[in-house]
């Protein structure tokens, strides 16, 4: 019996082990060859994120100890993920693990920085894996229409919600 693709049900799906999921081929395609903005220089980056981290730098909210975090679990659905101030001084779940960037679309690539702060990458792809933002993939949200990928990682989530009822978790 062939397996379903996770990003549309559709049959035919075959696992693809650099991204974790099965996916048909037309779902594969999609994820492969997303169209991108050029690329943004690094430094360019950096040096905002260092501006941005300055000015921030005197707020009260405390910066998570990237040593000492505990996993926590979404309210709304229950997945596994953790807590991560942004450079904005806001607070994101951010999905377990590290995902291939060219599966994932710009805007919603993460790096978690030495001090745990969620650094967006934007275009720019320093390495080869970044890190998703968990609200991209909940089942309580709208299911992602930008990428497959993402896609078949909401409904792994929304499969898993279905077999287990949510827990609930407070959260900073």
Known sequence: MAE??????????????????????????????????PPVRLADVLAATVDTLAFTHGSDTPVPDPRGAGGTAC???????????????RWMLVEPGDWPTRHVPTGKR??????????????????DSCRISHFDVCPSRPAPTDSA???????RHTHAAQANPASHDDGP
């Open 110 to 127: 993460w790096r978690i920085a030495g001090d745990g702060t969620a650094v967006n990458l934007g275009a720019s792809s320093p390495t």
């Open 75 to 89: 309210r709304a659905c229950g997945s596994p993920s953790s807590w991560h101030r942004t450079v904005r001084g």
């Open 4 to 37: 379903r693709c996770e990003a549309c049900d559709g049959a035919g799906g075959r696992w693809i082990a650099s991204l974790g999921v099965t996916l048909c081929a037309a779902c594969a395609q999609a994820t492969a060859g997303h169209p991108e903005r």
């Open 149 to 155: 990928f993402l896609l078949a990682l909401w409904r």
